[in-house]
């Protein structure tokens, strides 16, 4: 599983500037998840529980009830609840059978303030994604 979930990492711009080694450290952490066709993967304004990127499938993403874009392998989605919390901005719907690599805010939170490398990085691409 790290292994796919590392090369999957690599592609998500919030972990761009992340070396090997440190990709490895959030993708064992990560754990696999999967979604049937038709089922909500997250529900715009219910609080916000993690990151995912997907491994496989599709999902639709609406926004007060309107479509808005297809996400598929490699998408990802939640950065922004994985630093900050908050409420979900969007409604996911697996529209495929769906596989992901999830990671909850209290999963990552201990890897960001056990390495303050990660952090700075993390930091550095956040403030590029908000500028």
């Known amino acids: 599983m790290a292994t796919e979930a590392v090369t999957l990492l690599a592609e998500v711009p919030l972990f761009a500037d ?19 066709a038709g089922e909500v993967v997250t529900v715009e304004g219910r609080p916000a529980d993690g990151f995912f990127v997907i491994a496989s ?9 309107q ?3 297809t996400m598929s392998t490699g998408d990802s989605f ?15 719907t ?5 596989r992901c690599y999830g990671i909850a805010p209290a999963d990552f939170r201990p890897l960001v303030e056990g390495n303050p490398t ?14």
Do not use: H, N, Y
């Open 18 to 36: 992340l070396e090997p080694a440190e990709l490895d450290l959030i993708a064992v952490v990560m754990t696999e998840r999967t979604f049937g």
């Open 57 to 65: 499938g599709q999902a639709g993403v609406t926004v007060q009830g």
């Open 67 to 69: 479509p808005v874009r």
């Open 78 to 92: 939640g950065e922004i609840a994985l630093l900050m919390g908050g409420e979900r901005t969007a409604t996911i």
């Open 94 to 98: 697996a529209s495929t059978d769906l």
């Open 118 to 131: 990660l952090a700075w990085k993390l930091m550095g691409s956040m403030s590029e994604r908000l500028s």
